[in-house]
């Protein structure tokens, strides 16, 4: 190895052990809030938005969203120390080990297969007279197939929210739609976030919803943030009252998928349901229905509308290798 990578270790292992001393990083990392006065900074006065909020007599943080990359150093570490090195994990000495890859896929097919059937696992009640599940969510639901409903990695879910919420300069106040949520894989980290209620979808997928409604938001304790989600396809946003104003609207991988007739609808009608100026449009991969026009009458029928377009952005994921192209819009009148 050379003495320059030495050096760059050397390096990199003091900043980790620099910033595992550091009381903000300490504090933060052990999920420690509270100002005590012990002359330990309070993680919040490190953060660049640090309103606190109460609801349903619960107090709420607003941490920064993005902290992975505080604490990317100190993992790195972690797993170095536990001799993990990257590799494809079900492939040893260029053979597939059929045997590790299996035991998930048969483990689910396994599970699928007893759900179905009503056996519930080892320990179930027997006879079918009394149901004891308060909110039953269907066998194929339970093996989390929906997480690969659309391509798009699962895990890529938080990548997503983390740029649209920086960019969107999000607090837990905000208001935010999205236009086809499907499974929530990004709107799960939203619902989090977000206070009760400020999270809104219109979706059209009923297979979809149900993986929302039955799956996702229970198992992740979220039901307390009562989501708004409609079902529907026409961009019909009446069902989310007339007097709701977005701080974000955004439709990941979802606008591609439609005629464009129907975003021009769909536009015209959210445009009034945007904050004036600061609100924020965000619209995944491309923007056709608009460029397929050519790119002045494009900006003629967006300005028709009062909306700009304000620059395109892309974002890397921290998992995997691969980025998010978004375009962004905002209301040019009040
Ligand atoms: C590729 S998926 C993306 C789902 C989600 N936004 C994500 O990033 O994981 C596209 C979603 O848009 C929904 N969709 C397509 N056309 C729609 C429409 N006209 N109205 C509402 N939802 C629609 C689909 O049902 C599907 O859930």
């Given at each position: ?32 809030f ?8 309070d ?6 938005t ?21 604490f ?25 080990d ?31 007279s ?12 339970l ?6 409903n ?10 997503v ?18 236009i086809?949520?499907?499974t ?22 009923e ?14 304790g ?26 974000l ?53 967006l ?32």
């Amino acid at each position: 190895m050379s003495i320059g990578l030495h050096l760059f270790g050397i390096a990199l292992l003091l900043t980790v052990l620099l910033a595992m001393d550091d009381p903000h990083f300490n504090a933060l990392f052990s999920g420690g809030f509270e100002d005590d006065n012990d002359n330990v900074m309070d993680p919040a006065t490190v953060t660049t938005t640090t309103t606190q909020i109460s609801y349903d007599g619960q107090r709420h943080f607003d941490l920064p969203i993005i902290q992975a990359k505080l604490f990317i150093p100190h993992f790195k570490v972690h797993i170095e120390g536990n001799s993990i090195i990257y590799k494809i994990f079900n492939v040893v000495d260029n053979q597939v080990d059929v045997k590790r890859c299996l035991i998930n896929a048969q483990k689910r097919n396994w599970e699928l297969k007893t759900l179905i059937l009503m056996f519930k696992g080892i320990s179930h009640y027997e006879g079918q007279s009394d149901n004891h599940t308060a909110l039953p969510c269907p066998g194929e639901l339970l093996v989390e197939g929906h997480h690969s409903n659309y391509g798009e990695p699962w895990a890529g879910g938080r990548d997503v929210f983390e740029f649209l919420a920086e960019s969107s300069h999000l607090t837990p106040n905000s208001r935010v739609l999205e236009i086809g949520c499907g499974t929530l894989r990004v709107g799960l980290h939203f619902i989090r976030y977000l206070i009760p209620e400020h999270f809104h979808c219109l979706e059209r997928d009923e297979l979809s919803l149900m993986a929302a409604f039955r799956y996702e938001l229970p198992s992740q304790g979220l039901l307390h943030k009562r989501p708004l989600i409609v079902r529907g396809e026409d961009m019909d946003f009446s069902k989310f009252g007339s007097g709701v104003v977005y701080d974000l609207i955004y439709a990941s991988a979802v606008f591609l998928h439609m005629p464009d007739k129907l975003v021009w609808v769909g536009l015209e009608r959210l445009v009034s349901k945007l904050k004036p100026y600061d609100g924020r449009i965000f619209v995944s991969h491309n923007i056709k229905f608009c460029s397929r026009l050519g790119g002045e009458e494009c900006t003629k029928r967006l300005a028709s509308l009062g909306l700009e377009y304000s620059g395109k952005h892309t974002h890397d994921s921290l998992l995997f290798n691969h980025y998010e192209i978004w375009f962004e819009f905002r209301r040019s009148k009040a």
